[in-house]
C-alpha cells in the first residue's frame, strides 16, 4: 500500500531512521536522527539536510527526494547511478548512501548523499570579493570535469536506462526537433523567431562522434563551489546520452550569465579557456562552428522552458508571479537568437 502523499517532519523522520537501520543491518535505536530540516533551492526536487548518529559514525547528508504527487516524472535510482559512475570517473560530485524508488518508503523516490559544503548561489561567484580566486580558476575546473563526465562509458549496464536519441539519429537533430514540438505546444501567441532559429539550427546540424554521457543542465547554477572554485557537479536528474558539445555549449548560453555577457562561460570565462581545458584533460576536439551551433540550441530551449513556465501561471496551476515573470524572458532569449543570427549574416 502506498504510503501519504505527505509527511510531517516528524514522520519523515522516522522513516528515514528505519530506512537507514536497515540499510545499516542494525536496530532502529541505534540510529539517530540529530536534525532534519528543509534546504532552499530544488526547483524540481525537494531537499533536507539531515544529521544521523549511526554506530558507524556521524554522517551530514542530503536527502534529494521527488515532491510527492509527482511520482514518475524521473527515475532517483538512475540519478543515483548516473552519480556513482560519475564519481568514478574522477567527477567532483557528492558520494551516494542510499536511495530507494518506493514511495512507501519516505513518501516519493528518494536518494541520500553526502553534503558538501559550500556556495550555490551563482551571483555571489560572479559578485562576492571572497570568491575572486574562484573566478579566475572555475572556468578550467568546470571544463576539465566535464571532460571527465563525458569519458564514462555509457555501455555500462546500470546506465542501460539513459535516455537518448533513437539508434542512428542524429542527437543534433532530435533536440531541435523535439524543442520546436515543444514550442509550438505551448505557445499561445506566434513567435516568429523561434520558427526563424528552428529553421537557422535545421540546416546546421553538426555531424556527431560517439555518443558520450550528457549531463544535461551543466551550468554555475548547479554546483557547489567555494574560494578556491568547483567542489561538486549537482542535478544530474537530466542526463541521457547524447553529443557531448550540448554541455558545453548550454554553459555558454546567456541566461547563464546574470548580465556578465563580456564572458560568455557563466560570467566567469571565455569559450576558448573553456575548451582549451577540456581538451587538455582528455575532452574530444571541439568543433567551433559545432560549439556555436549547441550554444544557439540551447537559447533556443531556454526560450521554450520560459514559455513552459508561463504555461503553468497561465493554465491556473500555479499562481506564482515568479512564474508569470519568467514567461516574459521568452523576449530576452529571442532578443540573443536574434543577436546569433545577425552574427551569421
Given amino acids: 500500500m502506498s504510503a501519504p502523499a505527505e509527511l510531517s517532519s516528524a514522520e519523515l523522520s522516522t522513516r528515514l531512521v528505519g530506512f537507514v537501520a536497515r540499510e545499516l543491518g542494525v536496530p532502529a535505536e541505534r540510529v539517530r536522527a540529530a536534525s532534519l530540516r528543509r534546504l532552499a533551492g530544488g526547483a524540481s526536487r525537494e531537499l ?28 532517483r535510482g538512475l540519478e543515483m547511478r548516473v552519480l556513482q559512475a560519475a564519481a568514478e570517473a574522477g567527477v ?33 561567484l560572479l559578485r562576492d570579493p571572497g570568491f575572486a580566486q574562484a573566478r579566475r580558476a572555475m572556468t ?5 570535469a566535464l571532460a571527465r563526465v563525458h569519458a564514462v562509458d555509457v555501455r555500462r549496464p546500470e546506465l542501460a536506462a539513459l535516455p537518448g536519441p ?13 524543442t520546436a514540438e ?15 532559429m528552428e529553421r537557422w539550427l535545421l540546416e546546421r546540424v553538426p555531424a556527431s562522434g560517439p555518443a558520450a554521457l550528457v549531463h544535461g543542465d551543466y551550468r554555475i547554477g548547479n554546483v557547489i563551489f567555494g574560494p578556491e572554485g568547483l567542489r561538486a ?13 550540448e554541455d558545453l555549449g548550454w554553459l555558454c548560453v546567456r541566461t547563464w550569465r546574470f548580465g556578465s555577457d563580456a564572458l560568455p562561460v557563466g ?17 574530444r576536439r571541439v568543433d567551433r562552428e559545432a560549439l556555436r551551433f549547441w550554444e544557439a540550441c540551447g537559447n533556443f530551449r531556454v526560450a521554450v522552458v520560459w514559455l513552459q513556465q508561463s504555461r503553468i501561471f497561465l493554465d491556473g496551476k500555479v499562481p506564482s508571479v515568479e512564474l508569470a515573470s519568467l514567461g516574459r524572458r521568452t523576449a530576452e532569449t529571442e532578443e540573443e537568437l536574434l543577436r546569433l543570427l545577425r552574427e551569421e549574416a
Avoid: C, K, N
Avoid at 578550467?140 to 576539465?144: I, K, T
Fill in 140 to 144: 578550467r575546473q568546470l571544463g576539465a
Fill in 233 to 245: 557537479i549537482l542535478d544530474w536528474e537530466l542526463a541521457h546520452v547524447g553529443d557531448p558539445l
Fill in 267 to 283: 560570467g566567469i570565462g571565455t569559450r576558448e579557456e573553456l575548451v582549451a581545458a577540456y581538451e587538455e584533460a582528455g575532452g
Fill in 92 to 124: 567532483p560530485v557528492p558520494r551516494v548512501h542510499w536511495g530507494s524508488s518506493d514511495p512507501a518508503v519516505l513518501g516519493a523516490p528518494f536518494f541520500l548523499m553526502d553534503r558538501v559544503e559550500g556556495e550555490t548561489l551563482a551571483r555571489r
Fill in 48 to 75: 533536507f539536510a539531515v544529521d544521523l548518529e549511526t554506530p558507524e559514525g556521524a554522517l551530514e547528508l542530503v536527502l534529494r527526494r521527488d515532491p510527492p504527487g509527482r511520482i514518475g516524472e524521473s527515475d
Fill in 182 to 196: 515543444r514550442a509550438r505546444a505551448l505557445a499561445l501567441e506566434p513567435h516568429p523567431v523561434l520558427e526563424l
Fill in 166 to 178: 533513437p539508434p542512428g539519429a542524429s542527437p543534433a537533430r532530435a533536440v531541435v526537433e523535439q
